[in-house]
């Protein structure tokens, strides 16, 4: 099946500081991706949707300031958290699917923790 | 916005046995997924059923998209099915999945 990973799978960041997170897909071209983030114990939100060459689009109530999404090739996006909070600490995961199909693959996760 | 409710929120199973998990829309969606995310948080695909029904091994999901809701067998459960199982369906046809709360599944030795 199709294979997503993502980078760093862990992150610990001090209050203030930019995170970069990446999101590649690594045996098909993703025309989309597509960024969640999940609360311990709590189901995935949607954040953006991410198309190559495109601007990302943001769900009702996501700071397109604070997450910049970034989609520059058909294999790679990137999500930065930028000026990090303790609030910004969760669970991100990105998806990806292929042109003219439906079905989403996901990548493993970055834990992300402000302190 | 559209409702996705899971049943049973947790669920605790002796190993061997059997178990259905049921998913329910308030509308229709499209492009239905229903994954497993195991104890790491990686979200591992089980099916991609936006309707009929399909079986992968002992595990095999059915959607009903006229009636909104989809289900997920699965027979001869093993400690490894342990994890938190999700629906997802897509209610614009954009791509844009609408999650589920989960199930929580814990299979015992």
């Known amino acids: 099946g199709a294979v997503v990973s993502q980078h760093p799978s862990r992150v610990i960041c001090k209050s203030g500081t930019s995170v970069k997170i990446e999101c590649r897909s690594l045996?098909?071209?993703?025309?989309?991706m597509f960024w969640y983030r999940q609360f311990p114990k709590k189901s995935l939100m949607l954040m953006a949707t991410?198309?190559?060459?495109?601007?990302?689009?943001?769900e009702q109530g996501v700071e397109k300031d604070k997450f910049l999404i970034n989609h520059a090739s058909l294999t790679l996006s990137t999500l930065t958290v930028t000026s990090a909070h303790p609030e910004d600490s969760s669970f991100y995961i990105c998806?990806?699917?292929?042109?003219?199909?439906?079905?989403?693959?996901f990548g493993p996760g970055t834990r992300l923790t402000v302190t | 916005g559209i409702q996705v409710e899971q049943s049973p929120p947790d669920l605790i199973l002796q190993e061997g046995a059997n178990s259905t998990l049921r998913c329910n829309f308030s509308?229709?969606?499209?492009?239905l997924q229903w994954f497993h995310q195991n104890p790491w948080g990686q979200l591992i695909n089980l099916f991609y059923?936006?309707?009929g029904t399909k079986q992968n091994g002992r595990l095999s999901a059915t959607t009903v998209a006229t009636e909104r809701y989809s289900l997920l067998y699965i027979s001869s459960s093993q400690t490894t099915d342990s994890g938190v199982y999700f629906c997802?369906?897509?209610?614009?046809?954009?791509?844009?999945?609408?999650f589920g709360q989960g199930t929580t599944l814990q299979v015992k030795p």
């Open positions: 059923i936006p309707s």
């Open positions: 991410s198309n190559e060459g495109s601007k990302a689009t943001y």
């Open positions: 045996d098909f071209q993703a025309t989309t």
């Open positions: 997802a369906g897509d209610p614009s046809n954009t791509g844009k999945l609408i």
């Open positions: 998806s990806a699917t292929q042109e003219f199909l439906y079905e989403q693959y």
């Open positions: 509308d229709s969606v499209n492009n």
